[in-house]
């Protein structure tokens, strides 16, 4: 047997023998997370199954974020049933404005390096910006996992993209996985394993490594890594890194340094052109959150754009922290001022703008340039609306032009 990749040691390790691409394995499970849109179906299908008790209270996560506070009677209901789960059960529950469910499993060191953790959400390949494998499944896979504490899952192929170079000023790891997305296609990884290696990756920090392993669902991946090369965390960790005799599917190489910002045009992820490209495009709403880019680093980037200076009165901006740590640190250090002194307004944490739950659905017709990680017709709550993709420092430069505008024009 040749050498491995990381998700098969990853996978190995959790299983208890060698595995390689195309098996099918039954791994012991290190944690699981449900969201509002789907632990309620998971509860339900746990107690259909005779479940009673969930085979471990403290790896197990509940979230309140994807409509938060709730928006109607019918979802306060569902917000009831996991607060009572929760109690009886034992297991944490993050409540109404603590936070987007990834970047909290990230954050409050719920999910580790080298671990294999589920969650009922497709972007739950975040994770692999730390290093573990995340993956998303059903709400009655993840009731399976209450039970058992295990699954199967087939050892995907891998894909290894290597990332030269440095990122030229006002260009971030969201143009470059838009980038990629559009190399890619929106199926070019289908049940495939990711590993982004490279220069490029070293002086990177976690929440821009997070940006690119959270979109490589937008490619079809199972799961995405980003190697730990560099990567610092408050905590000791062991590294799982590929063998030099792994096989891989493909290789792909790439000099970031050659990347401008980059706009996801209406309507999918992988529509995405240079914005030199884009012309100016007059946009009526922007938004700056979800998992993909409402973390710290963020908001501060989107803040020194708008220091000082005032959004077109044209355009509606929008800002959600990623976290409720993350708002209390935008407080703390100036940034929150910053932005709502340029006209932002910020929203509780929570998912609603992205998902098109509440919070910000455009109007008909409406341009939106959103940081989120997807523009699919009626993503964000309206079919008749266009929404673009970008940075939130494309964004924030966009907010104060009316349309969709480069960074470096911003003075």
């Keep these: 047997m040749s ?15 060698k595995v390689c691409r195309n098996e099918i394995a039954i791994v012991e499970v290190d944690g699981i997370m ?12 746990f107690e259909e199954m005779g479940g009673t008790r969930v085979w471990d209270r403290d790896k197990m996560f509940l979230v309140i974020d994807h409509a938060s506070p709730a928006p ?25 404005g603590e936070g987007i469910c990834h970047q909290l499993m990230i954050e409050k060191h719920h999910v580790k390096p080298g671990q294999i953790f589920f969650g009922a959400d497709s972007h739950t390949c975040t994770y692999g910006a730390i290093g573990a494998f995340g993956t998303g499944v059903g709400s009655t896979d993840l009731a ?13 192929d891998t894909l290894k993209i290597v990332l030269n170079n440095t990122l030229r000023p006002y260009v971030s790891t969201k143009d470059l996985i838009l980038f990629l997305a559009g190399q890619l296609g929106i199926e070019g990884a289908t049940y495939k394993s990711i590993e982004f290696t490279g220069d490029a990756l070293m002086p990177l920090s976690v929440d ?22 560099g990567l ?43 914005i030199s490209e884009v012309g100016s495009v007059p946009i009526q709403q922007a938004f ?44 703390l ?37 959103s940081s989120t990680n997807r523009n699919f017709q009626g993503r964000m709550g309206n079919r008749n609306a266009n929404v673009y993709l970008a940075s939130p420092v494309t964004v924030a430069a966009s907010a104060l032009t009316g349309q969709i505008t480069h960074p470096q024009n911003i003075r």
Excluded at 3 to 17: A, D, M
Excluded at 72 to 96: C, P, T, W
Excluded at 208 to 229: C, H, L, P, Q, Y
Aim: glycine share 8%.
């Design 3 to 17: 050498g491995q990749t990381v998700i098969e040691k990853l996978i190995s390790n959790h299983t208890g023998k």
């Design 72 to 96: 109607n009677e019918r979802i306060a209901n569902l917000h009831d049933m996991m607060r009572r789960f929760s109690r009886e059960q034992g297991v944490k529950l993050y409540d109404v």
């Design 34 to 45: 449900a969201s509002d849109t789907t632990a309620p179906l998971a509860i339900k299908a």
């Design 333 to 369: 250090d100036g940034t929150a001022e910053i932005l709502m002194a340029a006209g932002a307004t910020l929203l509780p944490s929570g998912c609603g703008p992205c998902v098109g739950t509440h919070l910000g659905i455009p109007g008909n017709g409406e341009n939106v340039l």
């Design 208 to 229: 821009s490594r997070i940006t690119i392993s959270n979109m490589v669902i937008e490619m079809g991946a199972k799961a995405g890594f980003v190697d730990t090369a």
């Design 288 to 331: 700056i959150g979800s998992c993909t880019n409402g973390k710290l680093e963020d908001l501060r980037q989107a803040a020194k754009i708008l220091k000082g200076k005032k959004i077109d009165p044209r355009v509606r901006l929008m800002v959600t922290p990623a976290s409720k740590e993350v708002y209390h640190q935008a407080l």
């Design 144 to 156: 399976g996992i209450m039970l058992t504490g295990k699954t199967w899952v087939k050892v995907p």
């Design 232 to 274: 610092q965390l408050p905590y000791n960790f062991d590294s799982v890194k590929p063998d030099d005799d792994a096989e891989y599917e493909a290789v792909y190489e790439y000099d970031v340094s050659k990347l401008e910002p980059m706009i996801a045009l209406p309507h999918s992820p992988d529509n995405v052109k240079p």
